[in-house]
């Protein structure tokens, strides 16, 4: 499975747009990079999916370079209640072993007014 | 839509106690899974289920056992209950695996003393 690499924390302002970079060094090509939103005391919700370029939706965009090495989840003008633990997940290949994925610690963002 | 159902959604146990935690999805999905998330980590999967009639352990399975009873319920259960297994369980499910992303539901706190 492949291992993702995010940062610990991140602190914004409302209204900035805040960008998640994620590190997967050894995707395999089959690989999705997915990513999810996690309030306190709430299980973990899924924002967005892509596997190569870019992917937007009316929460968030994901940019993933040519060689899918890494991703950048973009939240724009966020708002205090985007205030979550996200996380990077790579994997989900066709096949049985597809139907596992691995969370890491994730990125807690803290967004001030 | 209900979506993702667990519970109980608070339980204390005794040490050496058994208990069942159960999980039903109502959205059709072929695969479900059980993870657990301790204070202040991601969550790390303990079994799945890729479609009704299998299941397949995760990373951390030692404790435990799982019942796929039918497509919508998947069921995890504690034998002998340890204090190392005080965690927030989540169940999930995905329409065809990790591709199609997760919906989670919103956990079972367990305290096991």
Redesign the interface.
């Known amino acids: 499975l492949a291992k993702t690499t995010q940062p610990i924390s991140m602190d914004s302002y409302e209204g900035q747009e805040v960008n998640i970079t994620c590190s997967h060094n050894n995707i395999a090509t089959n690989d999705?990079i997915?990513w999810?939103q996690q309030f306190p005391?709430?299980?973990?919700?899924?924002i967005i999916?892509g596997y190569k370029t870019k992917v937007t939706n009316e929460v968030a965009s994901l940019f993933i370079p040519a060689d899918r090495k890494s991703s950048t989840l973009s939240l724009p003008r966020v708002s205090l209640s985007d205030t979550a633990v996200y996380?990077c997940?790579v994997?989900?290949?066709?096949g049985?072993a597809?139907?596992?994925?691995?969370?890491?610690?994730?990125t807690r963002l803290m967004v001030k007014p | 839509n209900a979506g993702?159902t667990q519970t109980p959604k608070f339980q204390v146990l005794k040490t050496g106690q058994s208990m069942t935690l159960q999980c039903a999805q109502d959205m059709n999905h072929n695969?479900m899974?059980w993870?657990r998330q301790d204070p202040g980590?991601?969550?790390?999967?303990i079994y799945?289920s890729?479609s009704e009639g299998t299941t397949?352990k995760?990373?951390v399975p030692n404790g435990y056992n799982v019942s796929r009873l039918n497509k919508r319920e998947f069921s995890l259960r504690l034998e002998s209950a340890a204090p190392s297994q005080t965690s927030v369980y989540?169940c999930?499910s995905?329409e065809r695996?990790?591709?199609y992303?997760?919906?989670?539901?919103?956990?079972t706190r367990l305290t096991v003393v």
């Open positions: 999705y997915t999810y005391s709430q299980g973990p919700r899924f999916q996380y997940l994997g989900g290949g066709r049985n597809g139907n596992m994925l691995t969370f890491g610690g994730g | 993702v695969s899974y993870y980590m991601g969550l790390r999967l799945y890729a397949d995760g990373e989540f999930a995905s695996g990790a591709n992303g997760y919906t989670f539901g919103s956990g």
